[in-house]
């Protein structure tokens, strides 16, 4: 009886062992309204968390208020906590792509300024050339130059708390902001336009 359980313990342990412990990163993108960028992340097999804050300026802590009215150097920004064993930084950056307007230097849609522009900021040197390589096919794709900044990942400074998830708390509200900046309309036009040049 005690060989049968040591049996069954071992087999236990080499299936428990057998099984891909997760690999969890984070990735940080700027897309405009960080409330818009959450979403289409959310969605994905293998994202675990996003978190809508602030990223890329020289202020510590940033309130939404300083950042919003620009002159810290900050982007709103998603970041996003995903396992590496169900997802890959290429499939977020694709997602990414899909989701801002890189031809926009000056913000990203009805949102103006430097605080809204689009970035992907990079923690190391294989996420940078994945960024780069993906930059140089959505410029071939879109047959214009891309001007979202591929930047090393600064410091990360997470949003106040009624911004996170705002989406699903605040539906309503949600979609009339996202109607009325005009976000799907013109991301409709660009991509669809990319997909049958």
């Given amino acids: ?26 990735a940080v993108f700027a897309g405009g309204c960080f409330w818009c960028m959450e979403p289409p992340y959310d969605q994905l097999d293998g994202v675990l968390e996003t978190t809508s804050g602030y990223s890329g300026g020289n202020v510590k802590n940033p309130s939404y208020d300083q950042v919003s009215v620009g ?11 995903y396992d590496a064993n169900k997802i890959g930084y290429a499939d977020l950056l694709r997602v990414f792509w899909r989701n801002v307007d890189p031809l926009d230097a ?14 992907i900021f990079y923690a190391n040197e294989e996420e940078k050339k994945l960024a780069e390589a993906s930059k140089r096919q959505v410029e071939a794709q879109l047959g214009a130059p891309v001007v979202t900044e591929i930047t090393r990942a600064a410091a990360f400074y997470p949003a106040e708390r009624y911004h996170q998830n705002y ?9 009339y902001y996202r109607f009325r900046c005009g976000r799907d309309q013109r991301l409709r036009a660009l991509w669809d336009k990319a997909a049958t040049d």
Avoid at 106 to 119: E, M, P, T
């Fill in 71 to 81: 002159g810290t150097g900050h982007a709103e920004v998603v970041q996003v906590t």
């Fill in 167 to 175: 989406y699903q708390r605040n539906p309503v509200r949600y979609k």
């Fill in 1 to 26: 009886m005690r060989i049968l359980i040591t049996v069954f313990l071992l087999l236990v342990a080499i299936s428990c062992g057998a099984q891909e412990s997760p690999d969890i990163r984070t």
């Fill in 106 to 119: 000056g913000g990203q849609f009805c949102d103006r300024g430097d605080q809204y522009r689009s970035a």
